[in-house]
Every structure is written in structure tokens, then in C-alpha cells.
């Protein structure tokens, strides 16, 4: 899961990744043989190739297309980007992060046009991340409804196409049983959720809440994939063991994966 991609790394936001960053690690990937899917291969689990990964950007920043898009498209990779339906620019106006204001630096938001040319090189998915990006923990289900409803429909009569992805504001699900019958109602197939719940449920692939690594500048590529492995195959795991085996097995099973 990655946000903005910028040139030079910004103080207080760890999550604006570097553009030399994002190469190196999709080189990376390229070089391990990993296939970059679109996200409707998880509907059908069975059908994914050996070493599957998703590329996903949320929010929608022009720095997307001007930064990120340039070298997916040299090295040839499937992305999928979630877009806040209330928040894209067009030929007159740019919008940017206000709804996020206080907390991060001012970013633009991604063209109409500039969606449109990314779509045409069959490499972009997209999604809904909302209509207006607040947090589902601090909404109705009324609130909740119309978030839902009002970004497909929005984003399905600017681009023309089915709209069935979801990705979570700030990774916030709200009451799950609510929230997941509310996706059903309005057709969503998959909903992508933040990393905050990977320890949470050692099952990743739930179809509503599907885990992601949020990527950062202060962790490099390797530690966040042994991240990975520890929350989603270890954390559940290690659960079970006593205090001496715990320390066993961090040191003879683990350490290993830092390396
Ligand atoms: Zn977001």
C-alpha cells in the first residue's frame, strides 16, 4: 500500500516514499520472479500465480501519475489506485488533501485526463476509497451507505466502468457486519483494508478486509516483507508457544529472514 510518491523525502511523512525507493523496490520484486496481479485474481484464490503482488496507491495524488506512473509503465506493471471520488481535479480545477489537512503536506490530486491516459495503458485498476474520505469508525451507516453509493456512481459515470473495489479510509472498517452487507448491497466484491489489522486475524484473504503493508522510507523492502510473514504466518504462531520456546524460535527461525 503505498500514498505519494515524491522526489525528495518529506519531513513528518514516512509514508511519501521516494520515487528512487518505489524503483528499487519494484526492481526488486521483478527480480524474485513476483507477479504483480489486479486485484480481481482474489476473488478466485485457487487461479494466483506462485508468488502474487498487488500494487495498490491510495488516495489519488497527481504525483502518481507524474512520478510513479512513468516506471510502472518501463518495467510493465499491473497497479490498482483507490480514488476519492469527491476529490479529483480536472482541466480547471485542482483539488488537494484538504480533508487532511492538519495532518499532512499539501498534495494534488489526480486529473480526470490524467486517470483516463493511465487507464488506457490497461496497466491501472481502480477503486472507490470513498467519496470523501472520512474514517467509517466515526460514521452512521447512513453516512456509510452514502459514501459507498455516491463514489461508484460518481467515478463509474466519469471513466465508464464497473466500479467494485473498495479501499477503507485510514484502514477504519467501522462494524464489520454493517459495513460488509452495505458492500454487498451496493456491489462491491473486494474491500481493501490497512495493516493494522494484520495481526489482528491471521487470516489475510478475507474479501471485505483484505490486509495490505502500509511501505514507508523508514523500513527498507526486506524488513517490511519479514514483516509480513511475521504478522500474517508468525504472530499467530508464536501465540501458542511458552516464554523460553518464544526466544528459541525468534533467534533460530526468525533473525534469519532479517538477514
Ligand atoms: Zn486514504
Not at 51 to 74: C, H, Q, R, S
Not at 169 to 189: D, E, M, S
Not at 211 to 226: D, L, M
Request: charged letters at 20%; hydrophobic letters at 40%.
Amino acid at each position: 500500500m503505498y500514498h505519494n510518491i515524491v522526489e525528495q523525502e518529506i519531513p513528518n511523512a514516512p509514508d511519501w516514499i521516494t520515487i528512487a525507493l518505489l524503483e528499487q523496490q519494484l526492481a526488486y520484486l521483478q527480480k524474485k520472479k513476483y507477479t504483480f496481479i489486479t486485484p480481481h485474481l482474489l476473488l478466485t484464490p485457487h487461479l494466483l500465480p506462485k508468488k502474487p503482488i498487488l500494487i495498490t496507491f491510495d488516495d489519488g495524488y497527481e504525483n502518481v501519475y507524474k512520478l510513479a506512473f512513468p516506471i510502472l509503465k518501463e518495467y510493465n506493471i499491473n497497479f490498482s489506485l483507490f480514488l476519492i471520488a469527491n476529490f479529483l481535479s480536472d482541466e480547471t480545477i485542482t483539488k488537494f488533501n484538504t480533508w487532511d489537512a492538519e495532518k499532512r503536506p499539501k498534495a494534488a490530486h489526480l486529473s480526470k485526463k490524467m486517470i483516463i491516459e493511465m487507464l488506457n495503458s490497461k496497466l491501472l485498476t481502480i477503486g472507490s476509497h470513498s467519496f470523501s474520505h472520512q474514517t467509517f469508525h466515526q460514521l452512521t451507516e447512513k453516512e456509510i451507505n452514502d459514501e459507498l453509493m455516491l463514489s461508484k456512481k460518481q467515478l463509474e459515470s466519469f471513466f465508464l466502468i464497473p466500479i467494485t473495489y473498495f479501499s477503507y479510509p485510514g484502514g477504519y472498517v467501522g462494524n464489520k457486519k454493517n459495513t460488509f452487507n452495505l458492500l454487498k448491497k451496493h456491489q462491491y466484491t473486494l474491500a481493501f483494508g490497512g495493516q493494522k489489522d494484520v495481526v489482528e486475524n491471521s487470516k489475510w484473504l478475507i474479501k471485505f478486509n483484505i490486509k495490505r503493508i502500509n511501505i514507508t522510507n523508514e523500513s527498507n523492502f526486506t524488513n517490511q516483507k519479514a514483516k509480513l510473514r511475521f504478522e500474517v504466518i508468525i504472530h499467530p504462531l508464536l501465540n501458542k508457544l511458552s516464554t523460553f520456546n518464544k526466544l528459541n524460535f525468534l533467534i533460530h527461525f526468525l533473525l534469519p529472514f532479517y538477514k
